[in-house]
């Protein structure tokens, strides 16, 4: 069962007295249950946009998009699965005055939650002798994962991070990094991590979808969606993409929706893409080996000013 599952979501935002602005254009997102996934796009790709879908804070565009959390359908069944989603979307209201250690116990107080989940908590992102200091006194990164804790109180399946290291200084990113890290070893919650920062994906996850203009052009295992992109592509026709994206991943492919259908990436054989699918029960209608088109598509992303192959500040040159 996947974390999250958005097919054909699009969202479009209307502005008075200007166009209208599509943020999310029939965008495809998999993210399997268990591990890190990273969300990477240049800023104003749609990271924020997606996962504000994907908490109800804001609606898709009606008619034709799925969106799926742990498996149930969003927003008509969100009461039932947002106990278990934790997320971190912008920075936390705390009060100032008062210790992370309080802050999280009224936080725990109201949501039903024993002290001692306080206390894992503070452990779990390292805060535990901080704990008794005033929040107003804590670093940007101190303060950052004191939002992360207050995230993990309820032990949600599936914890989603919106760029989580913006704006700290080297330190901070690597004591994030690292907590996020952490958490993925866990093996309990499934992290859905969204950067700007190629560096920061690899560093940090273990699968990444990677979203431009609105739309994901490539998604898979980290190093297979990073590297030797463009040999090997393989466009794959087959009734149920998603089901079929699902079967190849878990499979061990890089695979990117492409227009009706799928492509795989790297693929030295096209005969162990038959093998998988038809073992899962998914028979193809076409196969059909690419010229490295999406590599531009690629490029194009990266290579863009703001693209994620900016400079990193957590990474010494
Ligand atoms: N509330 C909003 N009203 C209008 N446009 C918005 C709004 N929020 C985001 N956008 C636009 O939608 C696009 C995607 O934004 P966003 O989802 O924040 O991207 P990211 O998180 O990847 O930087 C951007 O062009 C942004 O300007
Ligand atoms: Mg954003």
Redesign the pocket.
């Known amino acids: 069962m996947p974390a999250v599952q958005m097919t054909a979501v699009s969202?479009t935002?209307?502005?008075r007295g200007r166009p209208p602005?599509r943020?999310?254009d029939r965008l495809d997102l998999l993210v399997e249950d268990g591990g890190v996934h990273g969300f990477l796009?240049?800023?104003?790709?749609?990271?924020?946009?997606?996962?504000?879908v994907l908490l109800g804070l804001?609606a898709a565009d009606p008619g034709g998009g799925a969106i799926r959390v742990l498996d149930q359908p969003v927003p008509d069944r969100l009461p039932d699965v947002i106990g278990s989603v934790g997320a971190l979307v912008e920075t936390p209201l705390f009060f100032p005055g008062f210790t992370g250690r309080l802050n999280l116990q009224l936080l725990a107080e109201a949501a039903g939650l024993p002290r001692a989940r306080v206390e894992e908590c503070l452990e779990l992102v390292d805060l535990a002798d901080r704990a008794e200091d005033r929040f107003k006194g804590y670093s940007l990164g101190m303060k950052q994962r004191l939002g992360i804790a207050a995230a993990l109180l309820k032990q949600p399946r599936l914890l989603i991070l919106?760029?989580p290291s913006n704006g700290l200084d080297p330190a901070g990113i690597r004591d994030v990094r690292e907590l996020i890290r952490r958490l993925g070893r866990h093996g309990r919650t499934t992290v859905l991590l969204?950067s700007?920062l190629l560096s920061e994906i690899q560093q940090v996850c273990d699968s990444v979808s990677i979203?431009t203009r609105?739309r994901c052009v490539a998604s898979g295992p980290v190093a297979e969606v990073l590297a030797g992109r463009g040999s090997g592509d393989v466009l794959v026709q087959v009734p149920d993409p998603v089901a079929a994206a699902g079967v190849l991943q878990r499979a061990g492919f890089a695979v990117s929706p492409a227009d009706g259908g799928l492509v795989v990436h790297a693929v030295a054989s096209p005969g162990e893409i038959t093998r998988a699918l038809a073992g899962a029960g998914i028979y193809l209608e076409e196969l059909r080996r690419l010229t490295p088109d999406l590599e531009s598509a690629f490029l194009a992303l990266t290579g863009g000013e703001h693209g994620p192959a900016g400079a990193d500040p957590g990474t010494p040159a």
């Open positions: 969202k935002y209307r502005r602005h943020a999310l796009g240049p800023n104003g790709s749609g990271k924020t946009t997606s996962i504000r804001v919106d760029e969204s700007h979203l609105g």
